[in-house]
């Protein structure tokens, strides 16, 4: 690929579409369409708030998790390696821009405890090219990669 040259992640076909409502922002209650999601949000203490909820950013952390955790576990499979054990971890922080505004940064901590460093390195950077949330965020938002 040539310096400069963008990949084209968007899907070529919508397989399944998730639907959430909010009510109030950050000091109301969030919603899924199917009913699953019922939650109240309220701001961190850190921002301002009473921190009498779940917040957008635990629950953007708990998504990122999850779906990398499910693009390694796919990659690896696919390569024949079995990755009991593993876990992926997530931590979102929020704060000021350059522009007026607020932006995140994402740290992810990635653990494959029974696979050598090199082929697990090798694991993670193939789930970060397959992962839905990497794809969508890469150059938008800082996002590092600890394997531990």
């Not at 690929?1 to 959430?20: C, F, L, N, Q």
């Not at 990635?110 to 969508?136: F, I, K, M, R, T």
Request: proline share 5%; charged share 15%.
């Amino acid at each position: 690929m040539t310096e400069g040259t963008a990949v084209d992640t968007r899907p070529t076909k919508i397989m399944y579409v998730a639907e959430a409502t909010a009510h109030g922002g950050r000091d109301g209650y969030v919603t899924s369409q199917d009913g699953r999601i019922d939650l109240k949000v309220a701001m961190p203490p850190e921002l301002g708030g009473d921190g009498g909820g779940t917040n957008p950013e635990q629950l953007f952390a708990a998504g990122f998790s999850s779906c990398f955790h499910n693009a390694l576990i796919l990659v690896g499979n696919r390569a024949g390696y079995d990755l009991t054990g593993s876990t992926v971890a997530a931590k979102v922080g929020i704060g000021p821009n350059r522009h007026r505004g607020y932006g995140l940064a994402v740290a992810l901590s990635v653990s494959l405890p029974v696979l050598d460093p090199q082929v697990a390195a090798g694991l993670v950077d193939a789930a970060h090219e397959v992962c839905p949330y990497s794809n969508a965020t890469r150059g938008n938002i800082d996002v590092s990669i600890l394997l531990g």
